[in-house]
């Protein structure tokens, strides 16, 4: 897992690399001006043109701007400096007082590229007055744009922003820090590329950034003399009259995720229509109320050997569903994924339910599932959704996988985001397809936390691989998803991108 630092860590690991292990700050701003200037460089080849513009706040950030300007210059391109602010900061005055090329009040016609060096990661709210006329210039120049450390504008620890620079490339100075990964972070940064310049840690990141290393040793090579008992069973438990859709597709993706056996159970009035549409699944009729699950002991209990059980998807909000949760959390002792209407039935009739739950649990919501269970308002969901995950998670003894464009999974101690999707994913029936991954995972045996950061992963995996085969995002259907996940596993043998 890559390190993802957030702004308090990244000043905590500036201080600590200048004052304790003696690095001057100069020599940082030095290193940092060379790798925008060395990203810059690659993008002016691979683009065709000579013509540089760096636009400089008076902070630290603009000053890697007239650092990798310099650097630039000496390298044989035109370059030229739009500074929007006296520097503030001796480092930035140190690397104003070393350019020599043309300082400039504008933007250069048939400029080629902008090197984005306004404000750092510390910045909050909208730019103003003489910085939001630039960033309006920068985004309507046609320029290629390199933001350094972060897009002028966005929020360094969530990722939005009212208004920001619109970056090709942003280069991570350091390690990579939330508001690259989260919101509107990857719309605005671009390709992100972090480079290292000498920065050390004082101490480990509470976050980390999920990669396919992190979960090919849950797919290990199989042993020959093995049988579909060694890789145990899956529940799902979902659909209703309305929605009978998403049992196929959860259970769909349990079976290609490698589990023994995968149970469906569904509300008897959706039996019939059922039978013989996924083979391979072992269907079971649990009794039901006006096309929805009702609470009925014996039958959930019959369930409960299974090593990781799915609920919620597709099941509509209700009464019988809330029992046949509550049921689970007292009695089921394996792995519980709670996910769609079981986390809106927890929120519509009481999520004290949680407490003093017996299984191993791990719930899936959206950022307005998230709101109901947490009583918190969208808005602050997006704009605090690791913290407030990390305390549900805490609070409840639970693991809490909160999607987005870059998944949030939390259990109170570890922190972990995802960003292996795309807006292919931007459709019903993808959450259908997560819960059936987690489910199978959680029948091999996988712990909570690790069920969701790989379920995740190979969601999004399976998504970008369905885009890449169809041609575009807006026609990959969940079905289409779910049917790339074995391709998706396959590919963690190379712990690498599929790009």
Same mark, same amino acid.
């Given at each position: 897992?890559?390190?993802?630092?957030?702004?308090?860590?990244?000043?905590?690991?500036?201080?600590?690399?200048?004052?304790?292990?003696?690095?001057?700050?100069?020599?940082?701003?030095?290193?940092?001006?060379?790798?925008?200037?060395?990203?810059?460089?690659?993008?002016?080849?691979?683009?065709?043109?000579?013509?540089?513009?760096?636009?400089?706040?008076?902070?630290?950030?603009?000053?890697?701007?007239?650092?990798?300007?310099?650097?630039?210059?000496?390298?044989?391109?035109?370059?030229?400096?739009?500074?929007?602010?006296?520097?503030?900061?001796?480092?930035?005055?140190?690397?104003?007082?070393?350019?020599?090329?043309?300082?400039?009040?504008?933007?250069?016609?048939?400029?080629?590229?902008?090197?984005?060096?306004?404000?750092?990661?510390?910045?909050?709210?909208?730019?103003?007055?003489?910085?939001?006329?630039?960033?309006?210039?920068?985004?309507?120049?046609?320029?290629?744009?390199?933001?350094?450390?972060?897009?002028?504008?966005?929020?360094?620890?969530?990722?939005?922003?009212?208004?920001?620079?619109?970056?090709?490339?942003?280069?991570?100075?350091?390690?990579?820090?939330?508001?690259?990964?989260?919101?509107?972070?990857?719309?605005?940064?671009?390709?992100?590329?972090?480079?290292?310049?000498?920065?050390?840690?004082?101490?480990?990141?509470?976050?980390?950034?999920?990669?396919?290393?992190?979960?090919?040793?849950?797919?290990?090579?199989?042993?020959?003399?093995?049988?579909?008992?060694?890789?145990?069973?899956?529940?799902?438990?979902?659909?209703?009259?309305?929605?009978?859709?998403?049992?196929?597709?959860?259970?769909?993706?349990?079976?290609?995720?490698?589990?023994?056996?995968?149970?469906?159970?569904?509300?008897?009035?959706?039996?019939?229509? +059922?039978? @013989?549409?996924?083979?391979?699944?072992? $269907? *079971?009729?649990? !009794?039901?109320?006006?096309?929805? %699950? &009702?609470? #009925?002991?014996?039958?959930?209990?019959?369930?409960?050997?299974?090593?990781?059980?799915?609920?919620?998807?597709?099941?509509?909000?209700?009464?019988?569903?809330?029992?046949?949760?509550?049921?689970?959390?007292?009695?089921?002792?394996?792995?519980?994924?709670?996910?769609?209407?079981?986390?809106?039935?927890?929120?519509?009739?009481?999520?004290?339910? +949680?407490? @003093?739950?017996?299984?191993?649990?791990? $719930? *899936?919501?959206? !950022?307005?599932?998230?709101?109901? %269970? &947490?009583? #918190?308002?969208?808005?602050?969901?997006?704009?605090?959704?690791?913290?407030?995950?990390?305390?549900?998670?805490?609070?409840?003894?639970?693991?809490?996988?909160?999607?987005?464009?870059?998944?949030?999974?939390?259990?109170?101690?570890?922190?972990?985001?995802?960003?292996?999707?795309?807006?292919?994913?931007?459709?019903?029936?993808?959450?259908?397809? +997560?819960? @059936?991954?987690?489910?199978?995972?959680?029948?091999?045996?996988?712990?909570?936390?690790?069920?969701?950061?790989?379920?995740?992963?190979?969601?999004?995996?399976?998504?970008?691989?369905?885009?890449?085969?169809?041609?575009?995002?807006?026609?990959?259907?969940?079905?289409?998803?779910?049917?790339?996940?074995?391709?998706?596993?396959?590919?963690?043998?190379?712990?690498?991108?599929?790009?």
């Amino acid at each position: 897992m890559k390190a993802v630092l957030s702004c308090a860590e990244m000043r905590e690991a500036d201080a600590y690399t200048i004052k304790q292990c003696g690095v001057p700050s100069q020599a940082l701003m030095e290193r940092a001006g060379r790798a925008i200037a060395e990203e810059a460089e690659s993008l002016l080849n691979a683009r065709g043109g000579r013509r540089v513009l760096a636009v400089c706040g008076g902070g630290n950030n603009g000053g890697d701007g007239w650092c990798a300007a310099r650097i630039l210059s000496l390298r044989g391109f035109e370059t030229a400096v739009w500074p929007l602010a006296e520097p503030a900061s001796p480092d930035c005055a140190a690397q104003r007082a070393l350019y020599r090329g043309e300082v400039v009040g504008g933007i250069p016609p048939e400029t080629d590229l902008i090197i984005d060096a306004i404000f750092g990661t510390g910045f909050r709210g909208a730019p103003a007055g003489v910085y939001a006329d630039a960033v309006a210039r920068i985004n309507g120049s046609g320029a290629a744009v390199v933001a350094a450390d972060i897009p002028s504008g966005l929020n360094g620890e969530n990722g939005l922003c009212d208004l920001a620079v619109r970056a090709d490339v942003t280069v991570a100075v350091g390690e990579i820090k939330r508001g690259h990964l989260l919101n509107d972070g990857p719309d605005y940064c671009g390709r992100l590329v972090r480079r290292d310049i000498g920065i050390e840690l004082p101490a480990p990141p509470a976050a980390s950034l999920l990669e396919a290393s992190d979960v090919a040793p849950l797919f290990p090579p199989r042993r020959r003399n093995t049988h579909k008992g060694s890789f145990g069973e899956a529940a799902i438990l979902a659909g209703s009259r309305a929605y009978s859709g998403a049992p196929l597709l959860s259970a769909s993706a349990a079976l290609r995720c490698g589990c023994g056996y995968t149970r469906l159970a569904v509300p008897d009035a959706l039996f019939p229509p +059922l039978v @013989g549409r996924l083979p391979e699944a072992i $269907l *079971t009729a649990l !009794p039901s109320r006006d096309g929805a %699950l &009702c609470a #009925e002991e014996e039958a959930l209990r019959a369930l409960c050997s299974a090593g990781g059980i799915a609920v919620g998807m597709g099941c509509g909000v209700s009464r019988g569903v809330y029992e046949c949760v509550r049921f689970l959390l007292r009695e089921y002792e394996g792995t519980l994924i709670l996910d769609a209407d079981a986390l809106n039935s927890l929120a519509a009739f009481g999520t004290d339910a +949680l407490r @003093g739950h017996r299984c191993r649990l791990l $719930l *899936t919501p959206h !950022p307005k599932e998230f709101s109901r %269970l &947490c009583e #918190e308002p969208v808005a602050r969901v997006l704009q605090e959704g690791a913290a407030l995950a990390s305390r549900f998670a805490e609070e409840y003894g639970c693991t809490v996988l909160l999607k987005g464009c870059t998944t949030i999974v939390a259990d109170g101690k570890r922190l972990c985001f995802n960003a292996e999707g795309t807006p292919a994913l931007a459709k019903g029936g993808s959450g259908d397809v +997560l819960s @059936g991954i987690a489910a199978a995972l959680a029948a091999r045996g996988a712990e909570p936390f690790d069920c969701a950061c790989a379920a995740s992963f190979l969601l999004g995996r399976a998504g970008r691989l369905a885009e890449k085969e169809i041609g575009c995002a807006e026609s990959v259907t969940a079905s289409d998803v779910a049917a790339n996940l074995p391709r998706a596993i396959a590919s963690l043998a190379g712990s690498g991108d599929i790009r």
